[in-house]
């Protein structure tokens, strides 16, 4: 196969090749690292690439297929989702087989990581200046997962500084382009996996999400993202920003791959105190077949108003007409505090972040401003190697948490996110699934809200409920809207209940328009 046509297949298409040996796991990351090659400097995807260790795992695991005859377990919603590793293979690829001795069944299909998850031996510095150089000494459990799977990993994603942005201009290692329109913001604060799927730079990614930085990127650049429910994925090892709100998922181009991804990653794991023990229903076996049928959906009064585009509501309305006609019964469900989400959200996440920051004081690693005294060598780091928008954040969050200002500020703002999870619990005694616009507009010009931090934050509006109440939430493409540009659809389902949205995704998939981001980026 040409390379152009390997890049363009999906992640579970490559599985799928590599099982029957139409390629090899070198041929597809070859592919991938020539693209990127050609296109990065353009977009400013990636932070840093791996793609010389992704071409050593690559090699490793043809030759563990090809030589020594060691399988891929069959690909099988089962397999990806219960495969185990138990013994490691090779100590520098950390590839894994299971207790039946097999491979994962999606080894060898290569990943991009956003920034903010530790990775072993690779920089990794959330965006920010202050961790420029860090070599971490140990993977979070997403990345143990992804590296004793045997998925080549081709680097790691730019993003808003500690994950704070809605549009990728935050980061200190420049700003991320839109390869739909390289003069528009890809979404935040995961514009880099977002902008790297959307422009076959790799066939899935892993983002995170705190108050929308997964859907909101996958609206804008015509991908899809999920936020899994609160605590089904691990958060060990994630470099936090609110740990109450925090939550990493997939980015990808279909359904089916962001329910295989998630399948993989999710568990429970021991080193996160949030990870819920018990284990959740298949995902990617509810994409199989998947009908809409007899589901009830509800659309959210309140966000179902002005300050959407014209388009994207447009395209919304289609989807709902869509929905009905495939036989679900569809009403509207009023959410009556979800109009207080915002003001809640930014009190919670700066306070948390706030706090989670503090840490980052050049005293114990990453960069160091010196001074004459431990507290001047502190003042100098973090004023000088952190950005407008992180300092904007902790001042924030630090006088909500001040003494005779917390009740007033973060405790109130607590009660509201109870509020929330009312209304929650009440839209779904009602109806299985919640849906709306991911986003207000399509992606807006490089520059135009940098200066209104209040109108960058309203990019959010949306998607912030979901994250206060910890319940999972998916964006797929709706079409294009203003611009020619693509806009989302969010579904948002009870905690616990991913596989319901999986199964919602994947049926409405198939009725939306199909959009392609052209190849060719100017």
């Known amino acids: 196969m040409k390379n152009v046509d390997i890049i363009k297949l999906s992640a579970l298409e490559i599985a799928e090749k590599l099982h029957s040996d139409e390629l090899s796991s070198r041929q597809v990351v070859d592919a991938f690292a020539d693209w990127i090659d050609k296109v990065e400097p353009k977009l400013n995807a990636f932070i840093i690439t791996t793609l010389e260790h992704a071409k050593v795992v690559a090699d490793k695991v043809d030759e563990l297929v090809l030589r020594t005859g060691i399988k891929r377990a069959a690909l099988t919603p089962e397999n990806i989702k219960q495969w185990t590793p138990v013994r490691v293979l090779d100590q520098i690829s950390e590839v894994a087989v299971d207790k039946n001795g097999e491979l994962h069944p999606l080894c060898g299909v290569p990943i991009a990581v956003k920034d903010v998850v530790v990775t072993k031996g690779v920089q990794s510095t959330s965006g920010s200046k202050i961790l420029e150089g860090w070599i971490p000494q140990y993977d979070a459990t997403l990345n143990f997962k992804i ?27 420049g700003i991320t382009h839109n390869p739909w329109s390289l003069d528009r913001i890809p979404g935040g604060s995961g514009g880099g996996s977002a902008a790297a799927v959307a422009a076959y730079e790799a066939p899935f990614a892993i983002g995170t999400d705190t108050g929308g930085s997964i859907r909101q990127p996958a609206s804008v650049t015509g991908t899809v993202g999920m936020k899994p429910t609160y605590g089904a994925v691990s958060r060990y090892g994630l470099i936090a920003l609110a740990s109450s709100l925090d939550q990493a998922g997939p980015v990808t181009r279909n359904v089916a791959d962001a329910a295989a991804l998630q399948d993989m990653i999710s568990g429970h794991d021991p080193h996160d105190s949030t990870s819920i023990p018990e284990e959740l229903p298949m995902n990617y076996g509810a994409t199989i077949g998947a009908e809409l049928k007899g589901l009830k959906v509800g659309i959210v009064e309140e966000l179902d108003g002005d300050g959407f585009a014209p388009e994207v509501r447009k395209r919304f309305d289609e989807a709902v007409a869509k929905i009905e006609a495939a036989g679900a019964q569809v009403k509207k469900v009023s959410c009556p505090h979800f109009k207080y989400a915002l003001g809640s959200y930014y009190l919670i996440m700066p306070s948390e972040a706030s706090s989670n920051l503090a840490r980052f004081d050049g005293m114990r690693y990453g960069q160091r401003v010196e001074g004459e005294t431990a507290e001047k060598m502190m003042m100098n780091t973090r004023e000088e190697l952190l950005g407008d928008e992180v300092k904007r954040r902790i001042i924030l969050g630090t006088y909500a948490l001040s003494s005779g200002y917390y009740d007033a500020y973060y405790g109130s703002a607590q009660k509201v996110r109870t509020l929330i999870l009312q209304d929650f619990d009440s839209a779904f005694s009602e109806v299985d699934v919640l849906i709306s616009p991911t986003c207000p507009t399509v992606a807006f010009k490089l520059g135009e809200k940098l200066d209104d931090p209040m109108a960058m934050y309203l990019n959010d509006i949306a998607t912030i409920p979901a994250n206060l109440a910890g319940v999972p939430a998916m964006s797929i493409p709706s079409g294009l809207a203003e611009d020619g540009l693509p806009a989302g659809i969010q579904m948002i389902a009870p905690q616990k209940q991913d596989s319901l949205l999986y199964r919602f995704g994947a049926a409405l998939e198939k009725l939306l328009p199909s959009i392609e981001c052209p190849l060719e980026i100017d």
């Open 147 to 173: 590296k004793a799977a045997g998925l080549p990993i081709l680097g790691k994603t730019n993003m808003d500084e500690f994950a704070m942005g809605s549009s990728t201009e935050h980061s200190a290692y």
